[in-house]
């Protein structure tokens, strides 16, 4: 079994006076729990860590990536977690799965890694569902704080996240391909409280950004040199932002900074409308698929507003090579990253991921990107958003049933899916 890592290092809680805060008993947290979270508490606060407590959390497909993403999440001590996987194991899942073993090949995937990660912590619900996650009815989302899905097509994706924002819970989607990945976060609207010195101009309310704004402003009533500022970030749909969206105003109007943007966003790109359109991931051995790709990958470059010879072949060779495969260190790294977020929007005192992280394994970074179409951002995208219709044009719903599963939903009812 591979080493475990630990979350990344998360800011301590420090006082304007410099002291830092020490776990105090909770009516929530008990004596010996704070014993066990104590470090962490120290980091993120007691307030947090009752949250973190209370979190009901749904990873979809147990593969390496999901494998660092519970790990984390378990060991940090939320309150439930549930694995959806409906595939069983094969012997190529053994080469990056640290909870499977060679006698788990041929059964559920959800199953074996189920014993090895309630042994992380006893404390923690373990819930298994060997079910298809696409015969799913919408509302079997509403019962989780937080939705993960790991390695799925773009088209489950879009379906997923749908149903997750009609119940306004906070969506993430993640994959990896070898030495790439990217993270994806839709919070829908997300609020956090930051502790801050005051300064000697008043804090203004009102937008700080094209998605951040602070919507309230009130002073510490333990420390009346400090006041707590609420900001509020605003999210956009996976069909919205994995596509359609533009790079944020201030890369494109510099020729220096939109060189500087990965290509992998534009293979990633092009990785998903070739599988939505196709069935299945290109070929590398299939020269109409290289051909394809080639192209889409070419288009989405374009779309992006991104120079062209920054898309040189070797990155094309290089990422078509990796795809379909896991490497253990970059599992690691984004299901650190992605779990260290569930953290901070749970405990609502950091900001949060907004919205895109990519990862670039031959340059070794890991990029936010904020991607968002024009227009209304937030919940009012479910009253404004596009769907796409069955022969793949956008169009706009106002009424009327929407397939999820088996079970119609009265888009009237429950505002537009996207």
Not at 139 to 147: G, H, M, T
Not at 195 to 212: I, Q, W
Not at 326 to 338: H, S
Request: with cysteine; aromatic share 6%; net charge negative.
């Amino acid at each position: 079994m591979a080493a475990t890592t630990t979350l990344p290092i998360m800011s301590q809680q420090v006082g304007t006076n410099g002291s830092v805060s020490v776990p105090q008993p909770s009516d929530g947290i008990s004596a010996d729990e704070i014993a066990l979270y104590d470090r962490q508490i120290r980091l993120w606060g007691m307030k947090a860590q009752e949250k973190i407590r209370n979190a009901k959390i749904l990873i979809i497909t147990m593969k390496a990536l999901a494998n660092e993403i519970a790990k984390n999440l378990v060991l940090a001590g939320i309150g439930s977690l549930t694995v959806v996987d409906h595939e069983i194991v094969t012997e190529a899942d053994l080469g990056a799965q640290f909870f499977l073993e060679d006698h788990h090949v041929g059964t559920n995937r959800a199953v074996a890694a189920s014993a090895a990660i309630q042994r992380l912590n006893p404390r923690v619900k373990v819930t298994v569902d060997t079910s298809n996650i696409n015969d799913k009815p919408p509302s079997y989302f509403s019962q989780f704080d937080v939705v993960i899905a790991t390695d799925l097509d773009s088209q489950t994706l879009k379906i997923i996240n749908t149903a997750v924002r009609i119940y306004k819970r906070a969506f993430y989607a993640a994959g990896s391909h070898g030495m790439y990945g990217f993270i994806f976060a839709d919070l829908v609207e997300h609020d956090f409280v930051i502790e801050r010195a005051k300064s000697n101009v008043a804090t203004a309310l009102g937008p700080e950004t094209a998605t951040r704004s602070v919507v309230a402003v009130a002073p510490k009533k333990d420390d009346p040199r400090a006041e707590l500022v609420t900001k509020r970030e605003l999210y956009s749909t996976w069909f919205l932002a994995s596509d359609c969206a533009n790079l944020p105003a201030e890369i494109l109007r510099g020729p220096r900074r939109r060189r500087a943007v990965t290509p992998v966003l534009s293979c990633l790109r092009a990785l998903w409308d070739f599988t939505v359109t196709y069935g299945a991931p290109p070929n590398a051995n299939n020269h109409a698929d290289l051909a394809q790709f080639t192209r889409l990958c070419g288009e989405k470059h374009k779309q992006l507003g991104l120079p062209a010879e920054t898309l040189r072949s070797e990155v094309l060779r290089s990422f078509l090579q990796n795809i379909g495969a896991e490497v253990a260190p970059v599992t690691a790294v984004l299901g650190g990253q992605l779990a260290q977020d569930v953290i901070i929007v749970l405990g609502q005192t950091q900001q949060p991921i907004q919205n895109f992280v990519i990862f670039d394994g031959g340059a070794m970074e890991a990029t936010i990107y904020a991607l968002h179409p024009e227009g209304l951002l937030g919940e009012a995208q479910l009253e404004t958003a596009p769907m796409q219709s069955s022969n793949g044009a956008a169009e706009q719903v106002t009424a009327g049933p929407f397939v999820f599963g088996a079970t119609p939903v009265d888009v009237s009812q429950a505002g537009q899916f996207v």
